[in-house]
């Protein structure tokens, strides 16, 4: 068992889905409030990763933050370091392909608050901010739950952007899903399945737990 390469998915997959609490919940925020004509523009950029190819995502990724670009350029600058091959080059990676996972499921959970709601705190003289922390992101938790558990497990199980953007540097940028690959590569079938068996049952019992969330949650206030 590639231990390593399985610390690794986990950091990944926690830094992840920490940056899509701070970028997704505004984003998600917004989309679920305006009235802007143009707003399924936004939502089929947001959805973008869900229909397209991984490696086709880790490619363009790869071009923005390389060195040629004025990103990796500034990046390396500032840093002393290109992000490419990087912890910090699959961080951008993972970000924008699990960015679906998390808007989809806090947008529908913002949006299914009832405005009146949101309109009495205004009126009683709540900021927006603190009505958001207060009422709306309370009444919203299982989804925002759900799109946090999705977003992690999907990253833990990330395999074409992370290996277009990160290779497969031990200790770095070998995530546990290069490393099965690695091991069906080397017809070391046994380490295969193990390393194939422990995230299905990981991915089972997040699954398991979100729905069972989800359920339990609907059952204690059936009027929502």
């Not at 990103?71 to 912890?87: I, N």
């Not at 070998?174 to 091991?183: A, E, L």
């Amino acid at each position: 068992m590639d231990w390593a390469a399985i610390f690794l998915s986990l950091k990944l997959a926690t830094c992840t889905t920490a940056v899509l609490v701070v970028v997704g919940m505004p984003l998600a925020w917004w989309l679920a409030r305006t009235r802007w004509r143009w707003r399924f523009a936004i939502e089929a950029v947001v959805a973008l990763p869900l229909v397209l190819p991984p490696t086709v995502l880790g490619f363009y990724v790869l071009m923005v933050t390389g060195p040629h670009s004025p990103v990796g350029r500034w990046y390396e600058a500032l840093f002393g370091q290109r992000l490419p091959f990087s912890f910090e080059g699959l961080l951008v990676g993972s970000v924008f392909y699990s960015l679906p996972f998390a808007v989809q499921p806090f947008t529908s959970a913002f949006a299914g608050v009832d405005r009146r709601l949101l309109e009495a705190s205004w009126c009683l003289g709540v900021g927006e901010l603190a009505t958001f922390f207060r009422v709306a992101l309370p009444l919203s938790w299982p989804g925002v739950l759900t799109g946090l558990v999705l977003s992690f497990a999907h990253t833990v199980g990330e395999f074409g952007v992370v290996l277009m953007l990160g290779g497969n540097i031990a200790g770095e940028t070998r995530t546990v899903s290069v490393s099965i690959y690695d091991h069906v590569q080397a017809l070391e079938y046994g380490a295969a399945n193990q390393a194939s068996m422990l995230m299905l049952i990981f991915s089972f019992a997040v699954l398991s737990i979100t729905y069972g969330l989800q359920r339990h949650f609907i059952q204690v206030c059936p009027m929502r």
